[in-house]
């Protein structure tokens, strides 16, 4: 089947860096990827939409300048969390898709994120 | 907007009992309905999906579900659980065309063995 996979695993960083977090389809060219949020004990929130070689979609709510979305490639999309801050602690996930046609999407194992 | 909603946060029931866990969708048109499971530690996986025809799936591990268009259902059920089916489940939607998918709230299923 489809695997996606994410680096890292986990990162802790102190308040007001930046965290790149990768995400990266290994056996399936995926025109597009998701990103969601996870709070504990709660449902998946979509953050952004990315289609390879364009610009993302955010959500509603979601800071675009904050959290940074690059999908360069079909196999590979990033999420950079800039200047981050305690609030921004969260289990992001990614997922992809194969695009239009191919509406399932095979999701990451996720990145847990501490801001400290 | 569209939205996804799972009736039951959390359900507990013994090994060999039957499982059905409640989804609804918000009308909009043409939807592709989803089952998500993710046990303890893992990531989210598929475990049954619709687009069309046969109203009822099946999916992997046992799991079926129903479509049912006239109650804008899509509820999971399982005739007989396993302490492994201890998971969190999500039901989702996507609409139309596009991939993006709505997440009902996930409920908690545990399975005493």
């Known amino acids: 089947g489809a695997v996606v996979s994410q680096h890292p695993s986990r990162v802790i960083c102190k308040s007001g860096t930046s965290v790149k977090i990768e995400c990266r389809s290994l056996d399936f060219q995926a025109t597009t990827m998701f990103w969601y949020r996870q709070f504990p004990k709660q449902s998946l929130m979509l953050m952004a939409t990315s289609n390879e070689g364009s610009k993302a979609t955010y959500e509603q709510g979601v800071e675009k300048d904050k959290f940074l979305i690059n999908h360069a490639s079909l196999t590979l999309s990033t999420l950079t969390v800039t200047s981050a801050h305690p609030e921004d602690s969260s289990f992001y996930i990614c997922?992809?898709?194969?695009?239009?046609?191919?509406?399932?999407?095979?999701f990451g194992p996720g990145t847990r994120l501490t801001v400290t | 907007a569209q939205s996804v909603s799972q009736h039951n946060h959390h359900v507990i029931l013994s090994e060999a009992a039957s499982l059905e866990l409640g989804c609804n969708y918000s009308?909009?048109?043409?939807?592709?309905l989803f089952w998500y499971v993710q046990y303890p530690g893992q990531h989210l996986q598929l475990l049954l999906k619709?687009?069309?025809?046969?109203?009822l799936v099946k999916g992997i591990k046992g799991f079926e579900a129903e479509f049912i268009k006239s109650k804008f259902s899509f509820n999971l059920r399982k005739p007989s659980v396993q302490w492994s089916d201890t998971a969190e489940y999500f039901c989702a939607a996507s609409y139309g065309a596009g991939n993006k998918l709505t997440f009902g709230g996930g409920t908690r299923v545990l399975v005493k063995p």
């Open positions: 009308y909009g048109g043409t939807v592709n």
């Open positions: 997922s992809a898709s194969g695009g239009q046609g191919k509406p399932e999407q095979y």
């Open positions: 619709y687009f069309s025809g046969d109203p």
